[in-house]
Nanobody
Framework: QVQLVESGGGLAQAGGSLRLSCACSGFSANTKIVGWYRQPPGKPREFLARISDVGRIMYANSVKGRATISRDDAKNTVDLQMHDLKAEDTAIYYC???????WGQGTQVTVSS
C-alpha cells in the first residue's frame, strides 16, 4: 500500500528556514516522480518542486532559489528545504508521487512576520 507521510511543519519566523520531510512507504521513492505542493489559505494547490526517478529536479518559479528538494534513497524520504521564508509561504504542504497520483495528508506551515 503506497503511503506518503509529511512531517516538519509548524510555526516559523519570516526570514527563517524549514525542512519538510516526506516518508514514502509501499514503493521506492527512486522509482517514481515525487514532488511537493502547497495550498495557501483560500487559494488553489500549487506545484513547488519535484524530483524524478533518475534525479532530475524541477522547481516552480515562485520558490526557485529559496527551495531545495532532495531524496534519501536509504531512508526512502524526499525532503524540501526552504529558506528566507515569507508570510505568503503559509500553507498546507503536500507530498505527492506519480504515476499513480498518490498524496500525503499534508503538513501545516505558518510563517509569522
Amino acid at each position: 500500500q503506497v503511503q506518503l507521510v509529511e512531517s516538519g511543519g509548524g510555526l516559523a519566523q519570516a526570514g527563517g528556514s524549514l525542512r519538510l520531510s516526506c516518508a514514502c512507504s509501499g514503493f521506492s521513492a527512486n522509482t517514481k516522480i515525487v514532488g511537493w505542493y502547497r495550498q495557501p489559505p483560500g487559494k488553489p494547490r500549487e506545484f513547488l518542486a519535484r524530483i524524478s526517478d533518475v534525479g532530475r529536479i524541477m522547481y516552480a518559479n515562485s520558490v526557485k532559489g529559496r527551495a531545495t528538494i532532495s531524496r534519501d534513497d536509504a531512508k526512502n524520504t524526499v525532503d524540501l528545504q526552504m529558506h528566507d521564508l515569507k508570510a505568503e509561504d503559509t500553507a498546507i504542504y503536500y507530498c505527492m508521487a506519480f504515476p499513480g497520483d498518490f498524496w500525503g495528508q499534508g503538513t501545516q506551515v505558518t510563517v509569522s512576520s
